[in-house]
């Protein structure tokens, strides 16, 4: 055998994988959707927002792939910009803004 994979395994692969995500996304969204959450698992969800935002840019910042992976001024000094910002003003697209200008402004003047 040669490696190659069948169209027919890809196809059953698919369909399993399909039906899988549909399956985990059912048992939260169809079995508890016409019910009530305890008041504790609403307060968890509140900051689900807030933790996989920072989990998405944090890598990008510390080890960007732009600079060689190893973190650079320009990246740092958004990410601080940012966060000042945001904390400061409680305004997500303030602080969206001062991140992305203070990022091109100093990619611009840093080369």
Not at 39 to 46: G, P, S, V
Not at 55 to 61: D, H, S, W
């Amino acid at each position: 055998m040669n490696g190659a994979v069948s169209d027919l395994t890809v196809w059953i692969v698919i369909v399993a994988l399909a039906i899988g995500t549909f399956l985990i996304r059912w048992s939260f969204l169809g079995a508890l959707g016409d019910r009530d959450l305890p008041a504790w698992a609403l307060r968890m969800l509140r900051y689900t927002p807030v933790a996989v935002l920072p989990a998405l840019v944090a890598p990008l910042v510390m080890w960007p792939e732009a600079a060689g992976g190893e973190p650079d001024p320009a990246r740092l000094s958004a990410a601080a910009a940012t966060l000042v910002v945001g904390v400061l003003t409680r305004n997500v697209i303030l602080a969206i803004l001062a991140g992305g200008s203070t990022l091109f402004g100093l990619l611009y003047v840093l080369g």
